[in-house]
């Protein structure tokens, strides 16, 4: 299910130019990526130089899941290399990567910067997304592979949403394979939720690394899904939602 839009159940008014700028940031970093490939290298996120401390640079192969080889090019990265847990959360592998991202971030985000506020926006973003890249790291402490993306903070952006809005309606268009269908409208306990439970099982299955799990940081999603709902949950008496009756759409879907 590939998300498109979502009912707005919110009173309180005013632009949430925090989440705007943050997708904003992602494409501008995107593009340098696209101009100079070591800052990619460098300021990617390497849970073996995180748990050692040390930043590893040089050509490295590896064998891939298909039998082949890859080369895995580990440049300078940032002192003290920890830093790399907030660097790599602005950037993405590839067009389809950061459009993901930032279609999810657009949708889900605005109404979870509303109900927190814009300071704490920043905060429970920025947290989310380093306790995403530890959760990673934890995962996988002796590898050098990179990773990157913003995939673990906006978890945690899915979480909050889930944990405060579960009733809204999210309009969505389903996929069969390349055929998209027509958009059908579902609550957003059924978008997030099984979205939820496909990290988790994958998460698990990437213990045992293969073919079907490899190239994707499942325990990233579900260390930012797991710090978003916990923070939301225990900040939910001091969030005001904004709620409001919503006015459901007339158009067939």
């Known amino acids: 299910m590939i998300p498109i839009g979502d009912e707005d159940t919110s009173t309180q008014p005013g632009v949430p130019y ?10 501008v970093v995107f593009l340098y990526q696209l101009l100079d ?6 300021y990617s996120a390497v849970p073996a130089e995180i748990t050692s401390g ?35 959360m602005f950037m993405h592998g590839g067009w389809l990567h950061i459009g993901g991202n930032m279609l999810f ?6 109404n979870i910067e509303k109900a ?16 995403a890249s530890i959760a990673h790291v934890f995962s996988q402490p002796d590898s050098i592979i ?7 903070a906006i978890s945690g952006v899915l979480a909050a949403y889930l944990v405060l809005f ?36 994958n998460g698990l299955g990437a213990i045992a690394v293969s073919e ?28 005001d939602r904004g709620d409001r009756t919503p006015a459901r759409m007339s158009t067939p879907y």
């Open 18 to 27: 925090v989440n705007i700028a943050i997708i904003a940031i992602n494409v």
């Open 37 to 42: 490939p070591n800052f990619t290298n460098g």
């Open 54 to 88: 040390t930043d590893i640079v040089g050509r490295f192969l590896l064998p891939a899941p298909d039998g082949t080889s890859v080369v895995i090019d580990e440049a300078p990265g940032p002192n003290p290399i920890w830093l790399t847990l907030l660097t790599s």
């Open 105 to 110: 971030l657009f949708i889900f985000g605005d």
């Open 116 to 131: 927190y506020g814009h300071i704490k926006y920043v905060v429970f973003y920025l947290v989310c997304g380093i306790i």
């Open 146 to 152: 990179p990773s990157l993306g913003a995939s673990g």
């Open 166 to 201: 579960p009733t809204n309606r999210v309009k969505v268009l389903l996929t069969l394979g390349v055929i998209l269908l027509r958009p059908i409208m579902v609550p957003a306990v059924v978008m997030i939720g099984i979205w939820a439970l496909l990290q988790f099982v």
């Open 212 to 239: 079907q799990t490899s190239g994707v940081a499942y325990w990233a999603h579900i260390g930012g899904f797991i710090a978003g709902a916990l923070i939301t949950l225990l900040a939910k008496p001091f969030i």
